[in-house]
């Protein structure tokens, strides 16, 4: 549960989100927890459905976990911390133009607390140039295609902002466990049926355009509703145009 005092009070949201389609993700699962608590305690709470693929950040690293994760079938891609130690096994091949650096089968620590499992390691840049390594269990996939999965856990911080900034989840309302739960479900509702009407509606428009036409309609019928959506612009604008003299 969720604590609160009356100088200071903090609280986390674990959200698992799905990716529907390169452009659009959902909340999937939702657990809220006090603020202490590391966000590794909530990886078997999240991380439960064997054939899919998590992406989560290095906050969420135990090798134990990881080792169980292969076994079971749940395949999963992560950012490793730099000071990791791994024993390699393996080193793949790269293609000749391809951005990765190194691509290896290893073995995460040593000694008795060695993973009994094997692991791929692709060592890449950031968008900030930075060194960084990507762990996964995923074998069936080039070393790009691994990292361009890494890449699009940004959409998760997207997720995050659009929540944030569109449906105003910047403060709470109340301080009573329910209140926070209500104010948080009603968000996240709020989003899950605005992606449900723009998947409905087979629109490129914007989840923002979309939440927006719905405000200024809302006490019209959904044809009227679905004719605004999909009716094309009345001009294309050409922009200032200089006048011959």
Known sequence: MAEYRKTKAGIKLHVRVAFRDPD?????????TPAKPADRTQMDTLIDDQGVTYIFDRGYVDYDKFN???????????????????????????????????DRMVKLGQGKKQTRMVFRVIETLDLKGNRIQILSNRFDLTAEEIGDLYRNRWKIETFFRWIKQHLKLTRFYGEQEQAVWNQIWMCLIAYALLLLTKMELETNKSLREVARLLHVMKYRSWEAFREVIHRKPLRRSKGRQKVAR
């Open 24 to 32: 659009n993700v959902y909340p999937d699962k939702v657990e809220l």
């Open 68 to 102: 169980a994760y292969s076994l079971n079938g749940i395949f999963f891609v992560t950012r490793l911390k730099d000071n990791a130690v791994m024993e390699t096994l393996h080193e793949f091949d790269l293609a000749p133009d391809s951005p990765i650096s190194s």
